[in-house]
């Protein structure tokens, strides 16, 4: 059974902070690791990444995928309070995405 | 990305009786896809919605319970019968856009609440 873990499951930080937050997985069929933020309750796509080492770039967040140790990373810089929110990680097939717990992060000022 | 639509955004219903939510898309897309996200849970697929034919269901949820209509490339929709309490959550579809296949853009969401 394909399985992604999400860590820590929440976090609260002050405004200004840096934060790593840690996704993990055991997927057959890999093709992909995406991420979302999930504000209310619509995810928003943040990025793809289907390369080992290569980091992406938005602003304030990158990711960065480690094929062979099977994790993805997110950094989110300077955080801001508009940064709260529940951040998805997901693996992608062809056919599917599954999703981890989602890791709640909480920006304080 | 896509702008996605989805009625009603909330619903409060009785046990026992069913809900259809509707999902309309602003472009034509192959393929359309229906989570659902219990309280305090990430998203579970229910089921890829495929036009012209019957939708794929994942291990756990049937036909009979979530009925999905597909009936053009824009719309879909997916009716939770015979509610329990227990199918209080967000139900939300999505779209894969084609290329990178495995990208999904989400509906803005539906939240039932099940007395």
């Known amino acids: 059974e394909d399985k992604v873990v999400q860590s820590p499951l929440s976090l609260v930080v002050h405004e200004g902070d840096t934060v790593t937050l840690n996704c993990s997985y055991e997927?057959?069929?890999?093709?992909?690791l995406l991420w979302y933020k999930q504000e209310k309750k619509a995810p928003t796509f943040l990025f793809m990444l289907?390369?080992?080492?290569i980091e992406k770039k938005s602003g304030r967040l990158s990711s960065i995928l480690d094929k062979k140790e099977l994790f993805s990373i997110l950094n989110i810089t300077a955080t801001q309070t508009g940064d709260s929110a529940i951040y998805l990680c997901?693996?992608?097939?062809?056919?599917?995405?599954?999703f981890g717990t989602g890791t709640r992060l909480q920006v304080t000022l | 990305s896509a702008v996605i639509s989805q009625k009603p955004s909330r619903d409060i219903c009785q046990r026992g009786t069913s809900l259809t939510i509707q999902c309309q898309v602003d472009?034509?897309?192959?393929?359309m896809f229906w989570y659902r996200q219990q309280p305090g849970q990430s998203l579970t697929l229910i089921a890829t919605a495929n036009q012209g034919s019957e939708a794929t269901y994942e291990s756990g949820f049937v036909i009979d319970k979530f009925p999905i209509s597909r009936p053009n490339l824009t719309f879909s929709t997916l009716t939770v019968s015979n509610m329990s309490p227990e199918d209080s959550s967000i139900y939300l579809c999505?779209?894969?856009?084609?290329?990178?296949?495995?990208?999904?853009?989400f509906g803005p969401g539906t939240r039932l609440l099940v007395l």
């Open positions: 999505s779209v894969s856009l084609g290329l990178p296949q495995e990208t999904q853009y």
């Open positions: 289907t390369s080992s080492g």
């Open positions: 997927v057959t069929n890999f093709r992909s």
């Open positions: 997901a693996t992608g097939t062809a056919s599917k995405l599954t």
């Open positions: 472009s034509q897309v192959t393929m």
